[in-house]
DNA sequence: AAGACGAAAGTGGTTGA
DNA sequence: TCAACAACTTTCGTCTT
């Protein structure tokens, strides 16, 4: 399975772009990469990406091979996806009578229900070809937007498959079940993403998405492991730029709240934040409650009932972190 | 002036009748 | 289906560095 990667020819795709010179409000760099496989400008200097959603002027076809990519190619007007077959289909009535009306003999009305029955089946497949190849380029460009490594795109969108099968998607829209599994498969990879970023990322509300998530866990019978804080940790240090004793003494401090029972019940988001803020004081590289709960996606005040808590259940004094 | 703290009211989701 | 409930958020005033 080749899905993910080599979709087109990134040469082709990615040029630098000489006009209109912007400059990155991060780092500064006039750099500025136009990606158009996922409609987005990135720049060139520290990867932020600077706009999204611009319209892609490329084919509106997808090749999973260099091969299939140089066979692809046609003149004419784009075929239309919002007809499901391209309106290129022929319909076989379900009435049992030739174009005059008359009675079909025995052997052609079984000729007929045999060809009826093929067509239903290749157009219910096709049907899914089609939800799935939108769905695998939502999934394309959400994962990419997030940064969320190949493999776990790739249990993303087994994931999507089985849910087709089940028909969850029926009902739903394609954006919120392609979020869902995207979330889910990076629970299931240890490697948890907040709730709030991927809705931010997709088109779709927390809500929804939440939803969708747990219809998934119900429908697939997938076992995911409780979100446990620690995986939340490596991530959030990188964002404040925390060294790696930080981190090593945040695990430890989640480690010891978890052993007295203070992690139960509690949000995983708040306990990685808090254990963060304490573990950046004790090694005097403090961080404000706000930069921490800005990149944890929780309030300060979670932080600080959290924090609290840590410090009293675990013995450790304010006034000695220093 | 920015950051930390705490109180009070509001929100969305779960649970149990 | 509804109310009670726990956890979290929002908002805002006050204290500390």
Known sequence: M???????DRKDTISESTKEPIACSECGSTSVVEDTTRGERVCGGCGLVLSDHR??????????????????????APTRYTVHDKGLS????????????????????????????????????????????????ELERLSSQLGIPGPIRELAALLYRKSIIQKLVRGRSIEAMVAATLYAACRIRMK???????????????????????????SLAIKIPL?????????????????SPVQLR?????????DIGLTI???????????????????????????IAEV???????????????????GIDPMTLG
């Open 2 to 8: 080749d899905q993910t990667r080599g979709t087109t």
């Open 55 to 76: 319209i892609d002027t490329g084919a509106e076809w997808r090749a999973f091979s260099t091969e299939e990519n140089d066979a692809r190619s046609r003149v004419g």
């Open 227 to 243: 979100s446990n804080p620690i995986d939340y940790i490596s991530r959030f240090a990188s964002q404040l730029s925390l060294s």
């Open 192 to 218: 948890p993403r907040p709730l709030d970023e991927v809705a931010d990322a997709s088109r779709v509300d927390k809500k929804k998405l939440g939803q969708c998530y747990r219809l998934l866990l119900r």
């Open 90 to 137: 022929t319909v076989i009535d379900w009435r049992d009578r030739d174009t005059s009306g008359k009675k079909l003999s025995p052997t052609r009305r079984s000729e007929i229900y045999r060809l009826r029955k093929w067509q239903i089946r290749s157009r219910v497949h096709s049907s899914m070809d089609r939800n799935l190849a939108q769905a695998m380029s």
């Open 250 to 258: 945040t695990v430890e401090i989640l480690q010891r709240s978890r």
């Open 296 to 314: 944890a996606r929780v309030t300060e005040v979670t932080v600080r009932n959290r924090y609290k808590e840590i410090v009293k259940k675990l």
């Open 265 to 291: 019940g509690r949000d995983p988001l708040g306990l990685a934040a808090a254990a963060i803020y304490v573990a950046s004081i004790m090694l005097d590289e403090r961080r404000t409650q706000r930069e």
